[in-house]
């Protein structure tokens, strides 16, 4: 059962505040923010994510509910990185996968190279490995310290999000930013310069850049790619640099691809079982409407049941056509019959199965199944 909680800084001042989102069971996930925004930029897509993770977002220090104290003047990378390490300690966890966006991603890149004995996997968002030298940084640390966060907000929507586009909420929360605390996380970006050291990162890693976003082009999540092993890139078109809240279906396929395991998988045997071709027709149908359903489908039948090697491909076919015949589902029995054919059974095996079938669902409903199968084994195999 999915709950979600808030913690608030008047529950423990010495934490980052943070949302809980999922089941307590389920793998830790934890989302780190963007410079300027709070948990609520993840609001598009950790509903999702907690359907089969525990959700950790947080708030930078200053932004949000978090303490602006729990940073100063001088603060590095590794100092919110030291924050997030406290947080999933306070709740229990000891090793977590991990998503951020901008500063967020920073966090997360830091401790894939410094902790990675606590990173699971890695996701890593419109951010950085670097963000073009510390001199602009160290002019917005003036001058926020200098006149506050009220430029900032001005123009927070043109930085963020592509023209026309804008999240009244997330530019709320850079206007009411602590201008102390937002001035010690440009302190922070002026320094990090992790470049030399991305080829330590063992985490599987996923890199998503906006393809409009001028604060981290897509060339910097490109370089990450390129550097850390094994590392994937996802370009996501018409997203600037807070793509999770501008293109939150298209972060969210990223990310699922890339945390669910069992989706993965699952769509690899999908693939080797149904066939192409079916298969994307599938994908081709899918909309937002049946997106979680086609999720459920290739994390759970295809990515839990049919990867279980306890029984063989031929005999998960054999189970699945009898079971398909007992409920009269004879559009899924013609699927399944190809299928049987791709695991290798032969027509004659098929039609032992439909035999033993009329015994124990009926003779009509084998009648009816026979049809199905003799028409489908007329066709030219599919793959074959």
Known sequence: MTSRTDRTAATDDTLLHHRLEGSAAAPPLLLGPSLGTSTALWDAVAPELSVSHRVVRWDLPGHGGSPARLIGPGAVVADLAALV??????????????????????????????????????????????????????????????????????????????????????????????????????????????????????????????????????????????????????????????????????????????????????????????????????????????????????RYAWGEIWTDETLGRRERSMITMTALVAHGHYEELAMHVRAARRNGLTPEEIGAVLLQTAVYCGVPAANSAFAVAQRVLAEEPPGR
């Open 85 to 298: 390490l406290a947080l999933a300690d306070s709740l229990g966890i000891d090793r977590f996968s991990y998503a951020g966006v901008s500063l967020g991603g920073a966090v997360g890149l830091h401790l894939a190279v410094h902790h990675p004995e606590r990173v699971e996997k890695l996701a890593v968002i419109c951010s950085s490995a670097h963000f073009n030298g510390s001199k602009p940084w160290r002019e917005r640390a003036a001058l926020v310290r200098g006149e506050g966060v009220a430029r900032l907000a001005e123009s927070a929507a043109s930085r963020w999000f592509t023209p026309g586009f804008t999240v009244p909420r997330l530019v709320e929360d850079q206007r009411t930013a602590d201008p102390d605390a937002y001035a010690a996380c440009c302190d922070a970006l002026a320094a990090f310069d992790l470049r030399g050291e991305l080829s330590r990162i063992g985490a599987p890693t996923l890199a998503v850049a906006g393809r409009e976003d001028r604060a981290t082009p897509p060339a910097h999540l490109r370089e990450i790619a390129d550097a850390v092993p094994g590392a994937a890139l996802v370009e996501v078109p018409g997203a600037s640099h807070l793509a999770p809240a501008e293109r939150p279906e298209a972060v969210l396929t990223a990310l699922r691809a890339h945390f669910g395991g069992d989706a993965r998988r699952g769509m690899e045997v999908r693939r080797q079982v149904l066939g192409d071709v079916h298969v994307d027709a599938a994908q081709a149908r899918q909309s937002a409407f049946t997106a979680r359903f086609q999720d459920f489908i290739s």
